[in-house]
């Protein structure tokens, strides 16, 4: 059965850190690209970061890795802010080999999703 859990997630302070892991299973892992994404009620999903199965990511904010060896994904958020608060998913897509890019259509399998707040 393949799964997607996200963890990590919580409440932090304007300017603080926060790592988010994505566990996978049930899947060859390493042939699917991983993307994180996010959503704030009323608003549409939106793509923060992705990482191919060959390891290329998407560069912006914050920071993706990935451990084939573990099935792990991780999201590092560095400076967070309070419009960073939101539902944060892990999805994977098995449409990409040496690149990604954040369309939401092309991930097949999502996680549950997991909350980030941001607020003093």
């Known amino acids: 059965q393949l799964q997607l859990v996200e963890s990590g997630g919580g409440l932090v302070q304007p300017g603080e850190s926060l790592t988010l892991s994505c566990a996978a299973s049930?899947?060859?892992?390493?042939?699917?690209?991983i993307a994180w994404f996010r959503q704030v009620p009323g608003k549409e999903r939106e793509g923060v970061s992705c990482?191919?199965s060959a390891g290329d990511s998407v560069k912006g904010r914050f920071a993706i890795s990935r451990d084939n060896a573990k099935n792990m994904v991780y999201l590092q958020m560095n400076s967070l802010k309070p419009e960073d608060t939101a539902i944060y998913y892990c999805?994977?897509?098995?449409?990409?080999?040496?690149?990604?890019?954040?369309?939401?259509?092309?991930?097949?399998?999502w996680g549950q999703g997991i909350q980030v707040t941001v607020s003093s």
């Open positions: 049930g899947f060859t892992f390493s042939s699917y690209a």
């Open positions: 999805a994977a897509s098995s449409r990409f080999l040496t690149s990604c890019d954040m369309t939401l259509r092309f991930y097949e399998y």
């Open positions: 990482i191919s």
